[in-house]
Structures are given as C-alpha cells and as structure tokens.
C-alpha cells in the first residue's frame, strides 16, 4: 500500500483544514486507515482512524469534537476535517495504513505497516 498525504500548511488558531491521503496499491480497503501526528521534540502520536472491520472511527481525547477521519473508499481517498485548530495541534501529520481493526491496537504506531510522507500543519495564535 502506497500513501501520498496532502493538505498542510500554515493558518491561524480557529481555523480549519481538511488532510488528504491517497492509498494506492493491493486491498488498501481492507486497512484501518488513520492519522497520526509528530510535533517537534515529541513521540508520534495517534490522532485518528477508522477501523477496516466495522468502519468505527477513533479519536485522540485531545480532538474529539474538532476533527472528524472519514474515507471514500471508491476513491481510495482518506481525510481529516480538522476545526477549531489550536496551536497545540502544529505537527507533521502522516497518514497510515493498517491490518488490526481495534482500538487499542490502533493507538500504536508497531501496529500501522504502512506510512505516507508527513504533511505539516502550522497554527499560529
């Protein structure tokens, strides 16, 4: 599975942004498609997915209400509405792909086989 994320860039704390993705290559329907983010000096960390097996969507305490991860899967298409941007959430955002479907195996990053490049998202205040 190939992931091509796009989307980022720099905008003001309030603002809005929609993270594109593009999976490409065998059964990329059927991985849990998902969202993690790296902000400069911290570990990567899960932000959002939805689960192959039931499409259940998962968040991040920390955006819940303020971003939403859904997926076209006749375009092979992932995104992640992002609203109410804060400053804390400036990172480089990578897409993923993964077999595992549940929750707490989806929080892990060893559980994601496959990774886009990064896309930066800056907010300023």
């Known amino acids: 599975v190939q992931l091509q994320a796009s989307g980022g860039g720099l905008v003001q704390s309030g603002d809005s942004l929609t993270l594109s993705c593009a999976a490409s290559g065998r059964a990329s329907e059927s991985y849990s498609m998902g969202w993690f983010r790296q902000a400069p000096g911290k570990a990567r960390e899960f932000v959002a997915a939805e689960s192959y097996r039931d499409r259940r969507r998962y968040y991040v305490d920390s955006v819940k209400g303020r971003f939403t991860v859904s997926r076209d899967k006749a375009r092979n298409m992932v995104y992640l509405q992002m609203n109410s941007l804060k400053p804390e959430d400036t990172a480089v955002y990578y897409c993923?792909?993964?077999?595992?479907?549940?929750?707490?195996?989806?929080?892990?990053?060893?559980?994601?086989?496959?990774w886009g490049q990064g896309t930066q998202v800056t907010v300023s205040s």
């Open positions: 993923a792909a993964s077999g595992y479907y549940s929750y707490s195996d989806l929080l892990s990053t060893i559980k994601w086989a496959y």
